[in-house]
């Protein structure tokens, strides 16, 4: 019997995280999957569901051969089929449809971060689309927002190091819930508590994170624009700003002052719900520490004024000063330090002028038959790295526009998903266990290579190689083309950056990820140097002007503020958040026995807003709103705000008792930077299913 062999990995999923791995691999099969203890992020230890990656691999139902649709679309009939026959019908219908009146635009490739990794996720598939002259994809599903509000304001995603976190006196998690959505962050803010820093949950839910706070502070969804201004007042008000930081290296403090003005607290305790002299409080801590770290996430950019909150929030550092020191700042993402070549790996030089669709508005695309998606409309979809019947908002119009008769649906997964069931053809992808690829990470500055433990599952293969089947099927001779996976992890890596100086194929092979030309820890701002236009923090954005912008930091109400619009809150008189289950990551893991636990959606209501409606704990609901409804259980607790719900998601369809969720009730709308979705604006009334 040969000996077990440890092969370096990385976890693939939509987290900052982006864990080094080790897989325990014997006689062929892998035996177990950790955390490297080495790495100065994963620490040795994985999330809750990446523990169950072996189980996720080895499933009963995982698709190990092509599938052929032999039913009617969406009832899930398939039959097995060879690769020849499923590359020759697929390459024939896409060929037709890119020859036809409608020409390759009426094509759209529709994926997102079912894998983070570069390779599988966004190289040959883009490569192959651009060549096709198939639509392109706007994928603003779940960042967008935060990301040009962070650039309209520090000019980058370029945040505070964790690393430094343990220098921090002030820790601020500001709409995240680390536990579930950034785990390893949380030793950094322990060492911080344990240095003395006081830690503060900002959050409309009290998550399993803000339990673990020194304080829970229960912000009114889509308000924390005005929290910020509020806490910049107060700190103006009180001389707690940094004159020196504000005259060398910002842009606009008059005007940021001035705006400041209109927002006391007593103003902002009516639009955020957080009492007065709590906000006076927060601002008199945030003002007098010298370093805080404010750690914000996407769930509060996912409303109308999203983009806006992130880009106030981010204006606090500097007025405080507090990028000077480690431990310092504001953290949406660290993605921006990461200068991989994409173009070399992606070529959009090779696409000719297409149209965009933008992915959150998939239902309007595949239902809509006008310049509603700008040209022809969408006559062929291909999915992968994606579960849109799940995922998108407004799943109601997605489902209609998956049903169609005249739409060719190709889908390649590891499971037969909501999404799959719509198929004509489901193509069996690999896993992370089973390909190459290389990661970088939104939340350290840690480059990481994955490299494939065991062999393909049946006869499933890496996306790249599905593509360059496919392109090789339609005839497609291009050079790029022909790239294997480790070139094309090379070719990633050719770079001049000076962050990226030292990060090459040779080293990651050797070591399995290495950290980015960067101080330890990172600090990006102490000295200036901000990435924007003036080269300083802009609270005045001549870019947001000339959008038609408000050019100086505001609130910017959600679209469904229930003060906004009465009558739809009278109707409607309850906001629905949505963000993930502990369990699960976006629908992944959702059917993955051991981490659902025979569960199934649920809902948390306030005690006031149930005994309202005569709801009771273990009492089944029908949450609802004019777009439509899904069902869940009640759970009652003061774990959220009264007039806000939550429903942890996502769940598949076909796992739920009405084939449904929450995203039947999220609508399409954008937020007012990046065309994000608003999965979180969203009003909504429950009551008794029965």
């Known amino acids: 019997m040969a000996a077990p062999t440890v092969v370096r990995g990385a976890c693939p999923h939509d987290c900052p995280d982006a864990c080094a791995t080790l897989v325990t691999v014997e006689e062929g099969r892998a035996t177990r999957i950790q955390g490297d203890p080495d790495h100065p992020f994963t620490a040795g230890f994985l999330c809750a569901k990446v523990n169950r990656y072996l189980e996720r691999t080895y499933h009963r139902d995982r698709l190990t051969t092509p599938l052929k649709r032999v ?70 599903i779940c960042s967008m927002a935060g990301t040009v509000g962070m650039r309209m304001t520090v000019g980058a995603s370029v945040g505070a190091d964790g690393q430094g976190l343990p220098q921090s006196d002030l820790v601020l998690l500001w709409g995240t819930n680390t536990l579930t ?22 959050d409309p839910i009290r998550t399993r994170t803000a339990d673990q706070c020194d304080e829970w502070i229960g912000i009114r969804p889509g308000t924390d624009a005005a929290l910020a201004l509020g806490m910049m007042h107060v700190i103006f008000a009180e001389g707690l700003q940094d004159d020196d930081y504000l005259a060398r290296h910002t842009l606009g403090e008059a005007e ?10 007593k103003r902002v305790a009516s639009i955020t719900g957080i009492p007065a002299q709590r906000i006076v409080e927060l601002a008199r801590q945030y003002g007098k520490a010298k370093a805080a770290f404010v750690r914000i996430n996407y ?45 070399a790996l992606e070529r959009p030089d090779l696409s000719p002028p297409v149209r965009l669709i933008n992915m959150i508005r998939l239902g309007e695309a595949l239902t809509s038959n006008d310049a509603g998606v700008g040209g022809p409309p969408v006559k062929a979809l291909v999915v992968y790295n994606s579960n849109p019947a799940a995922v998108a908002p407004d799943s ?27 198929a004509d053809w489901v193509l069996p992808a690999t896993t992370q266990l089973e390909h190459w690829d290389v990661h970088f990470s939104y939340g350290h500055l840690y480059v990481t290579l994955n490299k494939p433990a065991i062999a393909p599952m049946g006869e499933a293969k890496p996306n790249s190689e599905i593509f360059r089947l496919l392109a090789a099927r339609m005839g497609m001779t291009h050079p790029s083309l022909q790239d294997d996976d ?89 906001t629905l958040i949505s963000s993930p289950r502990h369990q699960f990551l976006n629908s992944t893991f959702v059917n993955v026995e051991s981490l659902r ?18 709801i009771g704990a273990g009492m089944r609901v029908i949450v609802e709103n004019d777009r439509g409804h899904f069902t869940a259980v009640a759970k009652i607790g003061d774990g959220v705000r009264e007039g806000v719900v939550w429903a942890p998601s996502v ?40």
């Open 597 to 614: 636990r025979n569960a199934e959606p649920e809902v948390l209501v306030h005690p006031h807003d149930a005994a309202r409606r005569g």
């Open 71 to 140: 039913g009617p679309k969406g009832s899930g009939q398939f039959e097995p089929a060879t690769w020849d026959e499923a590359l020759d019908v697929i390459a024939a219908k896409l060929a037709s449809i890119a020859q036809s009146a409608d020409g390759p635009q009426s094509i759209l490739p529709y994926s997102y971060a079912g894998t983070m990794g570069l390779v599988q996720g966004s190289s040959m598939d883009r490569r192959f689309f651009h060549l096709l002259g198939a639509s392109q994809l706007d994928r603003t």
């Open 651 to 690: 769940w598949w369809l076909k796992l739920t008792a009405d084939h449904a969720n929450a995203n039947a009730t999220t609508s399409q709308r954008e937020t007012d930077l990046g065309h994000g979705p608003v999965f979180y604006d969203n009003l909504v009334e429950i009551s008794p299913a029965d």
């Open 256 to 265: 940021l002052r001035a705006r400041a003005l209109e927002y006391p607290p």
């Open 181 to 202: 959505a950034n785990p390893h962050l949380w030793p950094f803010v322990l060492q911080a508590k344990a240095n003395g820093a006081k830690v503060i949950a900002i």
């Open 486 to 574: 480790v070139t094309l992890i090379r070719q990633s890596l050719d770079t001049t950056s000076d962050t990226m100086k030292g990060v090459t194929f040779d080293t990651l092979m050797a070591n399995g990820w290495t950290r980015l030309n960067l101080p330890v820890p990172h600090v990006p701002f102490a000295e200036g140097g901000f990435p924007t236009p003036s080269g300083k923090c802009e609270f005045v954005s001549e870019r947001m002007r000339d959008m038609g912008l408000d050019a100086v930091p505001a609130f910017t109400a959600p679209y469904e503020f229930p003060e906004n619009v009465p009558e739809l809150a009278a109707r409607f008189p309850l």
């Open 396 to 422: 109601n119009a997605v489902l209609r526009g998956l049903a169609r008769e005249d739409l060719f649906t190709v889908v390649l997964e590891h499971f037969q998903t909501d999404t799959a069931d719509w």
């Open 299 to 343: 769930g509060l950019q996912r409303h109308g004024g999203g983009g806006m909150a992130v880009r106030t929030i981010a204006c606090l550092p500097a007025v405080t000063g507090h990028w000077r020191r480690a431990g310092g700042g504001v953290q949406l993402s660290t993605s921006a330090n990461f200068q991989f070549n994409k173009k």
